[in-house]
């Protein structure tokens, strides 16, 4: 037998890996060792054509229910291979508008084409993410997590072991709280990516501590405000900051718990995953963040 080369090597392997539909009839010339001019331009363009196939749209609910100006349903469609190529030079330029290009080109109402998806909420927008990871990369992810003792434990996770927990029908929205001691109620809003990039402007102008970044946000996510049944109207978002700066400090602890605990964070996928580390002999249950595992990036 005669020994072979790597071009032939390279050639077999490409054979056995190839469906044989889009092989070209002739890859060699006269002496075995050279490929004909027109092996690969067959190759990729027999390629460009599988890859080319019907769209197919899944319908999904959003977690908001339709409390937020925009239905409840939405059809999203898998990656393409050229979604995943765009994403990949958009993300050295910036890592947000990619993320929101790839929710416009995979995601549609049926009838409101020019939906502006920056008016998502967050957590339907990670919902989205979620789900377009799914739908495009099926199947189980190997994932590691790190134990409180510092010890990488690996495990499988299945999209079906994350929960997801959806706004009642019954819910009042904006939601609204009231201050035990000023009596003032407060109605917020959900926050989304355009009140985001609102509050990114923002701080540039004011103090960057995480107090500040706290109540330009419940500012900006702010409905309105009411006091003995009469409406505040406000001329821009720092007069609502300097109100919640001259609040009793109960009263603004009771509304920053329920912006942090009911505009946004209760609801979306979550996931609690149960761990065993066989170095410590130690297990429990760990919260995890979903979106860490389930990317829509190659």
């Not at 190839?18 to 009839?25: A, D, K």
């Amino acid at each position: 037998m005669e020994p072979k080369n790597l071009q032939m090597i390279q050639r077999e392997k490409m054979q056995a890996s190839m469906p044989q539909e889009i092989l070209p009839t002739s890859n060699i010339n006269e002496q075995g060792n050279s490929l004909a001019q027109n092996h690969i331009i067959n190759i990729t363009k027999a390629l460009k054509e599988k890859q080319t196939k019907q769209v197919v749209w899944f319908d999904f609910e959003l977690p908001s229910n339709g409390k937020c100006g925009y239905p409840k349903e939405i059809k999203l469609r898998e990656l393409t291979t050229e979604d995943e190529k765009i994403l990949i030079k958009e993300m050295f330029s910036s890592k947000e508008n990619s993320i929101l290009n790839v929710i416009r080109k995979c995601s549609k109402f049926e009838n409101i084409p020019d939906f502006n998806f920056e008016n998502l909420t967050t957590f339907d927008q990670d919902f989205i993410l979620i789900e377009l990871s799914a739908i495009t990369f099926p199947g189980e992810k190997n994932i590691s997590i790190t134990d409180e003792a510092n010890h990488k434990i690996t495990m499988k996770l299945n999209k079906e072991e994350l929960s997801l927990t959806s706004v009642p029908n019954d819910s009042e929205y904006p939601f609204k709280v009231i201050t035990p001691i000023s009596n003032i109620t407060w109605y917020l809003n959900f926050m989304t990516l355009k009140k985001l990039k609102e509050i990114d402007k923002a701080i540039k102008s004011l103090s960057a501590d995480i107090l500040t970044r706290l109540l330009v946000s419940i500012s900006l996510s702010t409905e309105k405000v009411e006091i003995n049944g009469q409406n505040i109207t406000f001329d821009n978002f720092y007069e609502i900051v300097k109100l919640l700066d001259t609040l009793t400090p109960s009263d603004l602890k009771v509304i920053i718990d329920f912006y942090n605990e009911k505009t946004g964070a209760a609801y979306g996928y979550k996931l609690n995953k149960e761990y065993y580390c066989t170095e410590c002999g130690k297990g429990g249950v760990m919260e995890l963040e979903p979106l860490n595992f389930f990317r829509i990036t190659i």
